[in-house]
Nanobody, 125 residues
C-alpha cells in the first residue's frame, strides 16, 4: 500500500482544513490518521474501516474532526473544523490490510503496517 497525505497548511484558530490521503497499490481495509507535534510522540487522531464505515476518534478531536472515505477514488479525508493551536502537528495517514473484527477499530501505531509521508498543519493563535 502506498499512501500520499496532502492538504496541510497554515490556518487560524477556529478555522478549517481538509486533509486527504490518497491510496494506491494493494488495497487496505482501514485508514487511520495520526499526528506528531514537535517533541511529542505520534498520537492517534481517527480511523475508519473502509468496508463498513465504522469510525473512531481521539477524545481531543471528537466533535471537531470528521473522517470519511471515498472508496471509488481510494481516498480518505480528515475534515478539521474549529482548529486550535494544539492541533499543530505533522499529520500522517496509515493503512491496515487486516480486516478487523466487529468490535475493534484500529487505533494504535502497531495496528497499521503502511505509512505515508506527513503533511504539516500549523494553527496560528
Amino acid at each position: 500500500v502506498q499512501l500520499q497525505a496532502s492538504g496541510g497548511g497554515l490556518v487560524q484558530t477556529g478555522g478549517s482544513l481538509r486533509l486527504s490521503c490518497a491510496e494506491s497499490g494493494r488495497s487496505s481495509y482501514v485508514i487511520g490518521w495520526f499526528r506528531q507535534a514537535p517533541g511529542k510522540e505520534r498520537e492517534f487522531v481517527a480511523s475508519i474501516r473502509k468496508y463498513d464505515g465504522r469510525m473512531v476518534y481521539a477524545d481531543s478531536v471528537k466533535g471537531r474532526f470528521t473522517i470519511s472515505r471515498d472508496n471509488v477514488q481510494n481516498t480518505v479525508y480528515l475534515q478539521m473544523i474549529d482548529v486550535k493551536p494544539e492541533d499543530t502537528a505533522v499529520y500522517f495517514c496509515a493503512a491496515s490490510t487486516y480486516k478487523w473484527g466487529t468490535d475493534y477499530n484500529p487505533r494504535t501505531i502497531s495496528d497499521f503496517g503502511s505509512w505515508g509521508r506527513g503533511t504539516q498543519v500549523t494553527v496560528s493563535s
